[in-house]
């Protein structure tokens, strides 16, 4: 049995690409040879991505929000360098906060940039001059707060279990066209974001927190290897699937 997880020849988006699980994702993609393009809100992080990363990489600072622009962008990416063979949807903002302090513009916020973003990525990179003819695999970050409970999380959860049912129902429109839609609901790992969320609580919380991973946290590495799979010719026969990276989080 001929096992490929290598992506020679092939060129993927990967939004929050500056940092954190996007920039593993990057490298982790480039290590399996393909050439990689970095969109981020964040210009002195893509910069500093793009010379770690070499010459298989290039980058784009832009608001994901913009979607006229962010079009605009990859279509001429596409004719200059050459059509996507997916993207990588690893741009996100946590919202913590209990209901009674929910706020309704930070939801819309945190909407905009967690499931809206990757609804209109979705269609743009549904387009003929954007998208390669074959090999063409979409892999969308939900957490594991999209399958379970959590306190003070409704707004965040709310979008991750969205990302959910986004992968499904694009899987399925998208299938006759080859081309394949999959989900990654990570637990906790070791990144900015998580230091930024557990600044919201006391130390007990957080040691809590770690427990709750019966393999401790993970690392940016751990999540990035498992897309690489998604993408590669080795899940041919996977769409419309949710992989937990989670180390045992979601089996309790």
């Not at 399996?32 to 793009?50: R, Y």
């Not at 990489?57 to 979607?67: K, Q, V």
């Not at 930070?106 to 743009?124: F, G, H, R, W, Y």
Request: aromatic share 6%.
């Amino acid at each position: 049995m001929d096992i490929n997880f290598r992506l020679e020849g092939r060129r993927f988006l990967v939004t929050g690409g500056a940092s954190g699980i996007g920039f593993e994702v990057a490298k982790t993609l480039i290590k399996s040879g393909a050439h990689v393009l970095l969109a981020d809100i964040n210009s002195e992080g893509l910069d500093k991505a793009v010379t770690e990363l070499g010459t298989n990489s290039r980058a784009i600072c832009i608001n994901l929000t913009d979607f006229d622009l962010l079009k605009e962008k990859l279509l001429i990416e596409a004719a200059e360098y050459g059509r996507l063979n997916g993207f990588i949807h690893c741009a996100g903002i946590p919202y913590i906060a209990p209901l009674k302090n929910l706020k309704a513009q930070k939801i819309s916020q945190t909407m905009d940039i967690n499931v809206l973003a990757a609804i209109e990525l979705a269609k743009i990179c549904s387009n003929k001059s954007v998208i390669a003819r074959s090999d063409v695999s979409i892999v969308l970050i939900a957490s594991v707060y999209g399958l379970v409970g959590s306190v003070a999380n409704a707004g965040y959860a709310a979008s991750k279990g969205a990302i959910i049912s986004l992968t499904k129902a694009l899987a399925i429109e998208l299938a006759p066209r080859g081309i394949r839609v999959n989900c990654v609901a990570p637990g906790f790992v070791r990144t900015n974001m998580l230091g930024n969320v557990s600044g919201s609580f006391d130390p007990e919380y957080v040691n809590r927190l770690e427990s709750l991973h019966p393999l401790g946290l993970g690392e940016a590495s751990s999540i990035a290897e498992p897309i690489a799979f998604l993408l590669s010719d080795s899940s041919r026969w996977i769409t419309g699937t949710v992989l937990s990276v989670d180390g045992g989080f979601t089996a309790q």
